[in-house]
Each structure stands twice: as C-alpha cells, then as structure tokens.
C-alpha cells in the first residue's frame, strides 16, 4: 500500500483553522477504535499482521496521555515538542510531546495527566493551555495506550524544562505538519519482521515512532474538507 493511501487529502481545501474550526473538527474526526504500531502494520500487511495478534493476545496496555500544543501565532500555528535527553532509559533523544503515564491525582482523567505532565516537564502553567479536543488513542509496540489531548497556548512561550527529562523545546508550523508530502512511511526489521512506522524531518530532527503517528492523526483530523 503506498503511503498516500493511508492519508487524508492533502493540503488544498483544508478548513480555516480557527479554535472552533479546530474543535469541532477533533469532535467529529476521533475513531473509538484507536490506532498506532500494531493496527499501522495490520492495515498494511492483512488483519494477521504479528502485531495486531500481539496486541490482542498480549498484556493490557499502560494508560498514558500527551499534550498536543498548539501555539497561536498571529501569522499561523506551530505544534511544540520536546527532545528527550540522551540518558533516560526509556526513548532516549527521541522527539516528543510533553507526557507521560497516569498518577493517582489525574483520576483517570487523561487531560489532567497531560496537562499535569506538560508542567512539570517544561513548566508551561496548566491555565495557559485551552483544551480542544483530543486525537485517537495510539497503542504503542512497547505496551503504551497514549491518548492525545489537543491543546492551544497563546504566546508568548517560555519553557522553563525540567533538565532531567527535556533537552530541548522548540515549535514547528503546523502547515508543516499537515502537509501530507512532509509524512514518510519507513519499515524497520524487529524481530525478522518488517515493521512499518511514520516519520518526517523539520530542520534536521527527525520525527519519528508514536509521536509523528500522532502527529499524522493530527494532519488526518484537520484536513477533513
């Protein structure tokens, strides 16, 4: 299947992306059914992807959430992300969004978490961030359920990263994101077997795994004519 059959049409005839454009675009365009690594493979390779079969068969995935920050520029939208520092055990320098697993203090509630999360990683107050919507849950190949809260800040934006966890804040437009030319599907053998996965490049930093699938999702949803 070639990349673009998995894509919403492209960037002409997008919506004009104001707040409430936006929300209800999320309202309309979330699928119950999820998707991610195991369900990416299984819509390539047939409904007996291994990775599909192991996530039916296999451990209930860990609850966690991730903000989707979208900060309103006056000449247009960009998305922050972080990079992870190289000595974390888990993803290492990979690039993503600010979040993490559930505590007892969110309740459940995967807003609080990302919210919760997103403060103590880059110090960005909770009540700067105005909810949107949120995107399909992506299950991850290492036992994740992330659920993606779509969130919009007005500048200005001063991260304040927590050293530990975050090694670098920065924003890429979000016409950027939402171009389906700038989505690339690659496959990586793990365990004998093709793998697929999306990544895209933005000034050299490769995005890639479960956070340019979020990030596709995102190009999915509001790319709806």
Known sequence: MEQRDLLSP??????RLTRPAIAGLLARGHDPRG?????????????DAPGRAALAAGR???????LV???????GMTVLLTRRTDHLAHHPGQI????GRFEAADRGDPAAAALRETEEEIGLPR?????????????????????????????????????????????????FILDPENHQ??????????????????????????TAGILVNLSDVLGRP
């Open 10 to 15: 492209g960037a002409a005839d997008r919506p």
């Open 35 to 47: 998707r991610g690594d195991a369900l990416l493979e299984q819509s390539i390779d047939g409904p």
């Open 60 to 66: 209930a995935p860990i609850p966690a959430a991730v």
């Open 69 to 75: 920050p979208l900060v309103e520029h006056d000449d």
């Open 96 to 99: 993503s969004f600010p979040g």
């Open 127 to 175: 009540d700067r961030v105005t909810i949107l919507g949120r995107l399909d849950d992506y299950v991850t190949g290492t036992g994740f359920v992330i659920t993606p809260i779509v969130g919009v800040i007005v500048p200005p934006v001063v991260p304040s990263a927590d050293p530990f966890e975050v090694a670098e804040v920065f924003e890429v437009p979000l016409h």
């Open 185 to 210: 599907l690659h496959r990586r053998i793990v365990e004998g077997r093709h793998r697929p996965f999306w990544a895209m490049t933005w000034e050299q930093r490769v995005i890639w795994g479960a």
